[in-house]
């Protein structure tokens, strides 16, 4: 996957979102703990970090810094920092080394931020999207990627679905809903 991928995939939470910025975003994300508010914070929030990963190429843990998100941004200025989080992770993985490689639960490429960026984007978008009572489905070009590179062990089937019920969020055909899963993003 690539940078071209995670605008894409930020382009269409924008979508997704814009119409839903003047609701109460305190209500759940979903299943998930976490309000709409905080969910969208943590895409911007892991997108940084995934960039500065790629970036930084360290070979042992996550580099020690963290983006806060001002508390009393409203929701439009949360989407919109998640949206330049999105891009920066495209324009370092656009310019990464295909050989480096950064830290995250063992070496990882860049394709494999990117992947995990995109994994973000969609799946809080679809968190975001049931708090919010918006219809929205992840693009399925999209999801197609990102189950190929982050869970070679996927079954087949439309890929939306099926990256839904791999990461937890509704079960797939006669499978039920998983209640743990991990995606494998590191290489050597």
């Given amino acids: 996957m690539n940078g071209a991928d995670v605008r894409s995939a930020a382009t269409a939470m924008t979508a ?5 910025t003047g609701r109460d ?3 759940r994300a979903g299943d998930l703990d976490w309000s709409c508010w905080t969910t969208a914070a943590h895409v911007a929030h892991d997108l940084v970090g ?7 190429r360290p070979t042992d843990g996550y580099l020690p810094f963290d983006l806060r998100v001002r508390p009393d941004a409203p929701p439009a200025e949360v989407l919109a920092v998640a ?8 324009a370092v993985v656009d310019a990464a080394d295909p050989a480096g490689r950064g830290w995250h639960w ?16 969609l799946l809080h978008t679809h968190d975001v999207t049931r708090g919010l009572d918006l219809a929205w489905s992840p693009p399925a070009e999209l999801c197609a990627a990102v189950v190929r590179r982050l869970f070679p062990d996927a079954p087949a089937g439309d890929p939306a679905p099926v990256l839904l019920w791999l990461t937890g969020r509704a079960p797939l055909g006669g499978r ?4 743990a899963w991990t995606w494998r993003a590191a290489r050597g």
Avoid: H, K, N
């Avoid at 997704?16 to 839903?20: D, K």
């Avoid at 063992?106 to 984007?121: H, K, L, N, S, T």
């Fill in 16 to 20: 997704a979102l814009s119409p839903g």
């Fill in 50 to 56: 995934y960039a500065g990963q790629v970036a930084g």
């Fill in 176 to 179: 039920p809903r998983r209640s």
């Fill in 83 to 90: 949206v330049a989080a999105a891009g920066m992770l495209a």
């Fill in 106 to 121: 063992g070496p990882c490429d860049a394709d494999g931020f990117a992947a995990m960026g995109v994994a973000e984007i």
């Fill in 25 to 27: 975003w305190t209500v």
